[in-house]
């Protein structure tokens, strides 16, 4: 009986995918629950699994488009699987195969590789002169080095009249190879592009900025991070201060929690937050949800469950949607300033950047401090300037001044 294998459903707003990986091959016995493939989305890249046992027979090849519910591959399950011996028997006669196939190097004609010495063959790499043709004078009339060295002395050709080198090129020969490749747009990637295009063309996106002193969240980490670990077995990071920052921030300023649906504002009473994840498919912004009621360790776990899922490409459809507010953080790859683009129907993002020792007035002094800059992005359809600006400084004071937020000031 066959069995076939079909692109599964992912999510609604997904209708189609790239096959961009099989890691079985046509013909292969595969079995139940082993993964077969993965598919790209335009949103996630998910592995799809053998549901029964067999010898799979592939429809589709890499990198191809498919239909959510199309048929990839059939599997025949009535096939027996091969057994260990017939298998290492297969192994064998491949290797055999490959043995025999391998040219075998050749030795100048007339001489044994056993009866020329090391030096000897090193001077005929050099020259390009062919020890067969040396008469020898060593032992069995074996070539010997001196041989060699004085049969490059003479001449092999006749003398003629030096001519002029010939001019070099005007310019250098261009190096061998392909100058240019292409390569088709992940759907992952067009989604990226479309949105960002979208995101710049259809809303009013304007940039505030600001800058703050870390100090204090440096300090508070080094002098709690052993216990936290130790209780936690999580490290505490900035990120879980920023969210809460954000939380806090949102919670003073309603209005960036808002978003535009047709003629109509949508004001959010919850607090999902998105965080920006590189990965190298592309960008994607799993969300933290309700973080208004969860504590640092709670968040930092969250932040390490999705960047490992990230990692191994695991990361769902429904860990991408409800976001009302993003926090990205070009800081990890040595951004020191940037404008970050909105992620919609959201109404603004934070960007977080490098932090860098810069001289700044403290209390009539300059002193060195840790500094990094902050970026607020906002649709100024929905958002004034001035609840922006009012939103970046309370994240600003919630970070030089962490016990506000135990405090709610």
Not at 76 to 90: G, V, Y
Not at 110 to 134: C, F, M
Not at 232 to 249: D, E, R
Not at 266 to 283: C, E, M, R
Request: charged content about 25%.
């Amino acid at each position: 009986m066959a069995t076939e294998v079909k692109v599964p459903t992912l999510g609604e707003s997904i209708s189609t995918g790239i096959l961009s990986t099989w890691h079985v091959k046509d013909g292969d016995y595969v079995e139940s629950g082993q993964t077969l493939y993965d598919l790209e989305t335009d949103k996630i890249t998910s592995e799809g699994a053998a549901e029964t046992s067999g010898v799979i027979s592939l429809k589709v090849d890499e990198g191809e488009e498919v239909d959510v519910g199309a048929v990839i591959a059939v599997i025949d399950d009535a096939a027996e699987k091969p057994t260990a011996s017939a298998t290492a028997q297969s192994e064998d006669s491949a290797a055999k195969e490959e043995v025999e196939e391998r040219p075998k190097a050749t030795e100048p004609e007339g001489k044994k590789s056993d009866a020329i010495s090391p030096a000897v063959r090193r001077i005929a790499s050099e020259s390009g002169l062919n020890p067969a043709e040396v008469k020898g004078t060593g032992k069995d009339g074996r070539v010997t080095k001196g041989d060699m060295l004085a049969a490059q002395e003479k001449p092999s050709v006749p003398k003629t009249e030096s001519k002029p080198a010939p001019a070099a090129p005007a310019t250098a020969p261009r190096p061998a190879g392909e100058r240019q490749t292409r390569r088709k747009m992940t759907p992952l990637r067009k989604t990226i592009a479309q949105r960002l295009v979208s995101a710049q063309q259809t809303t009013a996106m304007l940039t505030t900025f600001n800058e703050v002193n870390m100090e204090p969240v440096m300090s508070l980490r080094k002098k709690h991070q052993e216990a936290f670990v130790a209780r936690y077995g999580v490290k505490l990071g900035f990120m879980s201060f920023f969210t809460k920052a954000v939380v806090h921030a949102l919670q003073a300023v309603p209005g960036i929690n808002a978003q535009i649906d047709g003629d109509e504002i949508v004001q959010n009473h919850f607090y999902d937050i998105g965080i920006a994840v590189s990965t190298p498919k592309g960008l994607l912004v799993p969300v933290l949800r309700d973080c208004e009621g969860k504590d640092f360790a709670t968040l930092e776990q969250d932040i390490l469950d999705y960047a490992k899922k990230a990692k191994d490409g695991k990361i769902g459809v429904a860990d991408l949607q409800g976001g009302v507010f993003t926090i990205t953080n070009g800081g990890i790859f040595g951004s020191m300033l940037s404008t970050p683009i909105l992620n919609q129907p959201q109404s603004a993002i934070l960007g977080m950047h490098t932090i860098q020792e810069r001289p700044v007035a403290v209390n009539g002094e300059v002193v060195i401090k840790p500094m990094m800059y902050l970026a607020l992005s906002y649709d100024h359809r929905i958002v004034d300037g001035r609840e922006a600006v009012t939103f970046l400084i309370k994240v600003k004071e919630a970070i030089e001044d962490p016990t506000r937020l135990l405090f709610g000031i």
